[in-house]
């Protein structure tokens, strides 16, 4: 399992996956890349699973055909400190993901 963590999500919450492959969409160079574009060069070098606190994915592109997961961390802000309590349960979610599936994780 590969994981983009996408750029609007804080580039610390990668400690937090430390026994995940996480690589950020800065260090892949896709900085800036339209969804639609992110997904297609994430199935391209085999990632999984796009870890984002993007809420309107699910309604912008088709995951199903992009082959790929996404856990959407749902919080306040997306500040680190209102991400960090979300972790372990977005670490629980990332075993049992499905390709295709959005799972929010937080929220009300």
């Known amino acids: 399992m590969r994981i983009l963590l996408d750029e609007c999500a804080p580039r610390p919450l990668k ?13 892949m160079g896709w900085s800036g890349k339209k969804n639609g574009e992110l997904l297609r060069l ?3 070098e ?16 088709n995951l199903q055909q992009a082959g790929v ?3 959407v961390l749902v919080a ?14 977005a670490r629980s979610v990332l075993d049992t993901v499905a390709p295709g599936e959005v799972i929010e994780v937080g929220g009300s």
Do not use: C, H
């Open 46 to 61: 085999g990632f999984t699973i796009l870890l984002t606190t993007d809420q309107n994915l699910r309604y912008q592109q």
């Open 15 to 27: 400690r937090e996956l430390a026994n995940y492959e996480v690589r950020t969409v800065v260090e």
């Open 69 to 71: 997961a996404a856990v």
């Open 76 to 89: 306040s802000s997306n500040k680190l400190s209102d991400l960090l309590p979300l972790m372990p349960n």
């Open 42 to 44: 994430m199935s391209q």
